[in-house]
């Protein structure tokens, strides 16, 4: 426990050592902590010229210049990393007799995870030509069924995939682990954009923050929500997501059953925001915001024994420092524990022993080269989730891989006309039995994007990036269900017959996009008859008009809505949700809408294009343009020397391997 409080400043430290591990004493010792601290002390000249990256929604990468100190109870504080040139966040171990940390040689290094005990001494290093490697954290044992004895690990976050993420603003980061002695690496999650702040539950879970830009429905920016994944990387799920602002990360777990974390819907350099929780036993119906002062900001939560938390926290106009605070979040009540004004003192562990959480068995096993996953029932939803799925609308299952931008690549110029979503080819789509279920074989930590499909093609509901581990059975109740629902328990008809295998090389993966399959059926059938400005649905398409005019005709408006967080919407096209789009109602002759979408204006009398007099588009042209829309509307897609020879696209909707 932290009794009472106390404002420490700089100005009343006085020196009683020097050298290596300078020790540094308060003129008191009557000290509020029972347990000693450590945590990052970062200068506040080094915070400057920093900002938030991808438009506010990733804070930056810190720690040059950073140091990690120890505060003791009675006030002395030692310097732990003083031959480091700068240093990042830390975790302590279950017995409180180490100290796991993010660290860097040299200006110029690496980040790297190093361990040293708990006074300093003995430093090691963990992570060897891994790319930068942040956010470490202890992991519990695992083991698997054929192991002589469970081991322990460690995980942390890094960029060693050399994948851009979504938003292009630098390296995507992914959860690795690997044993104690760096041996064993292995990558836990497969995002296409950064996962983050990885910390361990006492069930041997692993929560963490991961981004969510599959498409555009929540805005240009998507959003960054908590997930839950066990210590191999299986088992990935969404722990809290909508409720509250867009981004959620730095969580952490009380002893008394809550997870608070930090969040904002834009933040700066250092991610800070307000508090807010939810209970491990509801966390889908239980969010509640901590805080409102909007004049003061957080940062990194830890918990303490008893359910308080020490955090950060600076004001919001960045007239100090973050200094240390207990918080209750039971009460709201918070007690200063310490600010030195010439630091940012964050990322604070109480070195004090802790529970070890469960250990984790795993069925993963990297032999094997695909997964499965299943749903019991694609039409079970939560209305105010998917509208539109209704009993008895879908009818097949698109499967889409997400393919990233590989750090350094030239991307098409063209391709900058509006900021689109990552790149996407069709891995396949399957059948969705009558009862609802699907079970499908895919490419082991390949992110996917599970798109339900009505009669028509037309996309109902898109699920965010998903992947299984290697070797892995993954389920889900339904698509868009209330998370915390427990299954009938019944065997499906899916289940009754060997899964629908998606397993296509990669090079015989269908692309579609508006340079290669979209613009020669629009040179084919449309051009001209949409120039004609008397028309009803004047596109301005001109015979003289190259393909990138044509193009952004079709995407007017969509610039407009990308700052908001409202569905990326333009006057023809909205990307990533063909079904909404006007474009799709001419081709149907219909508003393609549900009647549970009436904002969408469902309803409405849409006449049929083209006319009967012109050239009428087949089902496969009018599946292009829908699957173009569908898979995010993109002007160039996988680079040509990545496409596979060209097949017919009516066997190429089809399948499998």
Same mark, same amino acid.
């Given at each position: 426990?932290?009794?009472?409080?106390?404002?420490?400043?700089?100005?009343?430290?006085?020196?009683?050592?020097?050298?290596?591990?300078?020790? =540094?004493?308060?003129?008191?010792?009557?000290?509020?902590?029972?347990?000693?601290?450590?945590?990052?002390?970062?200068?506040?000249?080094?915070?400057?010229?920093?900002?938030?990256?991808?438009?506010?929604?990733?804070?930056?990468?810190?720690?040059?210049?950073?140091?990690?100190?120890?505060?003791?109870?009675?006030?002395?504080?030692?310097?732990?990393?003083?031959?480091?040139?700068?240093?990042?966040?830390?975790?302590?171990?279950?017995?409180?007799?180490?100290?796991?940390?993010?660290?860097?040689?040299?200006?110029?290094?690496?980040?790297?995870?190093?361990?040293?005990?708990?006074?300093?001494?003995?430093?090691? =290093?963990?992570?060897?030509?891994?790319?930068?490697?942040? =956010?470490?954290?202890?992991?519990?044992?695992?083991?698997?069924?054929?192991?002589?004895?469970?081991?322990?690990?460690?995980?942390?976050?890094?960029?060693?995939?050399?994948?851009?993420?979504?938003?292009?603003?630098?390296?995507?980061?992914?959860?690795?682990?690997?044993?104690?002695?760096?041996?064993?690496?292995?990558?836990?999650?497969?995002?296409?954009?950064?996962?983050?702040?990885?910390?361990?539950?006492?069930?041997?879970?692993?929560?963490?923050?991961?981004?969510?830009?599959?498409?555009?429905?929540?805005?240009?920016?998507?959003?960054?929500?908590?997930?839950?994944?066990?210590?191999?990387?299986?088992?990935?799920?969404?722990?809290?997501?909508?409720? @509250?602002?867009?981004?959620?990360?730095?969580?952490?777990?009380?002893?008394?059953?809550?997870?608070?974390?930090?969040?904002?819907?834009?933040?700066?350099?250092?991610?800070?925001?307000?508090?807010?929780?939810?209970?491990?036993?509801?966390?889908?119906?239980?969010?509640?915001?901590?805080?409102?002062?909007?004049?003061?900001?957080?940062?990194?939560?830890?918990?303490?024994?008893? @359910?308080?938390?020490?955090?950060?926290?600076?004001?919001?106009?960045?007239?100090?420092?973050?200094?240390?605070?207990?918080?209750?979040?039971?009460?709201?009540?918070?007690?200063?524990?310490?600010?030195?004004?010439?630091?940012?003192?964050?990322?604070?562990?109480?070195?004090?022993?802790?529970?070890?959480?469960?250990?984790?068995?795993?069925?993963?096993?990297?032999?094997?080269?695909?997964?499965?996953?299943?749903?019991?029932?694609?039409?079970?939803?939560?209305?105010?989730?998917?509208?539109?799925?209704?009993?008895?609308?879908?009818?097949?299952?698109?499967?889409?891989?997400?393919?990233?931008?590989?750090?350094?690549?030239?991307?098409?110029?063209?391709?900058?006309?509006?900021?689109?979503?990552?790149?996407?080819?069709?891995?396949?789509?399957?059948?969705?039995?009558?009862?609802?279920?699907?079970?499908?074989?895919?490419?082991?930590?390949?992110?996917?994007?599970?798109?339900?499909?009505?009669?028509?093609?037309?996309?109902?509901?898109?699920?965010?990036?998903?992947?299984?581990?290697?070797?892995?059975?993954?389920?889900?109740?339904?698509?868009?269900?209330?998370?915390?629902?427990?299954?009938?328990?019944?065997?499906?008809?899916?289940?009754?017959?060997?899964?629908?295998?998606?397993?296509?090389?990669?090079?015989?993966?269908?692309?579609?996009?508006?340079?290669?399959?979209?613009?020669?059926?629009?040179?084919?059938?449309?051009? @001209?008859?949409?120039?004609?400005?008397?028309?009803?649905?004047?596109?301005?398409?001109?015979?003289?008009?190259?393909?990138?005019?044509?193009?952004?005709?079709?995407?007017?408006?969509?610039?407009?809505?990308?700052?908001?967080?409202?569905?990326?919407?333009?006057?023809?096209?909205?990307?990533?949700?063909?079904?909404?789009?006007?474009?799709?109602?001419?081709?149907?002759?219909?508003?393609?809408?549900?009647?549970?979408?009436?904002?969408?204006?469902?309803? =409405?009398?849409?006449?049929?294009?083209?006319?009967?007099?012109?050239?009428?588009?087949?089902?496969?042209?009018?599946?292009?343009?829908?699957?173009?829309?569908?898979?995010?509307?993109?002007?160039?897609?996988?680079?040509?020397?990545?496409?596979?020879?060209?097949?017919?696209?009516?066997?190429?909707?089809?399948?499998?391997?």
């Amino acid at each position: 426990m932290l009794k009472g409080y106390r404002s420490v400043l700089a100005a009343a430290i006085v020196v009683v050592g020097s050298g290596a591990g300078l020790v =540094q004493a308060l003129p008191s010792s009557d000290y509020p902590l029972e347990h000693p601290v450590v945590f990052l002390q970062l200068p506040v000249t080094a915070s400057r010229g920093l900002s938030g990256r991808a438009g506010g929604m990733l804070r930056a990468d810190y720690g040059d210049g950073g140091r990690i100190v120890r505060l003791e109870p009675d006030g002395r504080l030692r310097v732990l990393t003083e031959q480091f040139a700068g240093a990042g966040e830390l975790d302590v171990s279950f017995d409180a007799d180490r100290i796991l940390f993010a660290a860097k040689r040299r200006q110029g290094d690496p980040w790297d995870i190093w361990e040293m005990n708990a006074d300093g001494t003995g430093k090691r =290093q963990v992570t060897r030509d891994h790319g930068n490697c942040r =956010q470490p954290a202890y992991q519990s044992t695992l083991y698997t069924i054929v192991s002589t004895e469970p081991w322990f690990q460690v995980m942390f976050a890094s960029d060693a995939a050399g994948a851009l993420n979504e938003w292009g603003s630098g390296a995507a980061m992914s959860l690795y682990s690997c044993r104690l002695d760096g041996t064993s690496m292995r990558r836990l999650t497969a995002n296409l954009s950064d996962d983050l702040d990885p910390f361990l539950m006492n069930d041997g879970r692993v929560l963490h923050a991961g981004g969510q830009r599959a498409d555009l429905r929540r805005g240009f920016w998507g959003r960054i929500s908590l997930f839950g994944v066990n210590t191999d990387g299986a088992d990935y799920a969404l722990f809290c997501g909508d409720q @509250g602002r867009r981004i959620k990360h730095m969580p952490c777990a009380t002893e008394d059953g809550l997870v608070v974390f930090v969040e904002a819907d834009r933040v700066g350099w250092d991610g800070a925001g307000q508090l807010a929780a939810v209970s491990v036993r509801r966390n889908h119906h239980s969010y509640r915001s901590l805080t409102n002062d909007v004049s003061l900001l957080y940062h990194s939560p830890t918990p303490l024994p008893g @359910g308080s938390i020490v955090v950060s926290r600076r004001p919001a106009d960045a007239s100090e420092t973050h200094g240390l605070w207990e918080f209750d979040p039971r009460t709201g009540g918070s007690h200063l524990l310490f600010d030195d004004p010439v630091y940012h003192d964050i990322h604070a562990k109480v070195l004090t022993p802790r529970c070890q959480p469960d250990g984790r068995s795993s069925v993963v096993n990297e032999k094997y080269p695909t997964g499965q996953l299943y749903c019991l029932n694609a039409n079970l939803t939560d209305p105010s989730a998917a509208p539109r799925m209704l009993a008895g609308t879908t009818r097949t299952l698109r499967v889409i891989e997400g393919v990233p931008a590989r750090a350094g690549e030239r991307i098409s110029d063209s391709l900058q006309m509006w900021p689109p979503v990552v790149r996407k080819r069709l891995l396949g789509v399957a059948p969705i039995e009558e009862d609802g279920s699907f079970q499908i074989e895919i490419p082991a930590d390949l992110p996917v994007q599970l798109q339900t499909l009505d009669a028509d093609g037309l996309a109902l509901a898109s699920s965010g990036w998903i992947w299984v581990k290697h070797r892995e059975p993954r389920g889900c109740i339904g698509c868009h269900e209330d998370p915390e629902l427990t299954p009938e328990n019944r065997l499906v008809a899916a289940l009754r017959r060997p899964a629908t295998r998606l397993t296509l090389p990669a090079l015989k993966r269908r692309t579609v996009d508006f340079r290669r399959e979209v613009m020669p059926i629009i040179e084919r059938k449309c051009m @001209g008859c949409h120039g004609d400005s008397a028309r009803e649905f004047d596109l301005e398409l001109k015979p003289t008009g190259g393909a990138d005019q044509v193009y952004a005709a079709l995407l007017e408006g969509v610039e407009d809505s990308v700052a908001g967080s409202d569905p990326v919407r333009g006057k023809y096209i909205h990307p990533g949700q063909a079904r909404t789009s006007p474009l799709v109602w001419r081709l149907f002759g219909r508003n393609t809408v549900s009647s549970e979408d009436a904002a969408m204006g469902s309803g =409405q009398a849409v006449s049929q294009c083209p006319p009967a007099e012109a050239k009428q588009l087949s089902n496969a042209e009018k599946a292009t343009l829908i699957e173009w829309i569908d898979l995010g509307a993109h002007w160039d897609g996988i680079p040509e020397q990545e496409v596979g020879p060209a097949t017919d696209a009516g066997l190429a909707r089809g399948v499998t391997e």
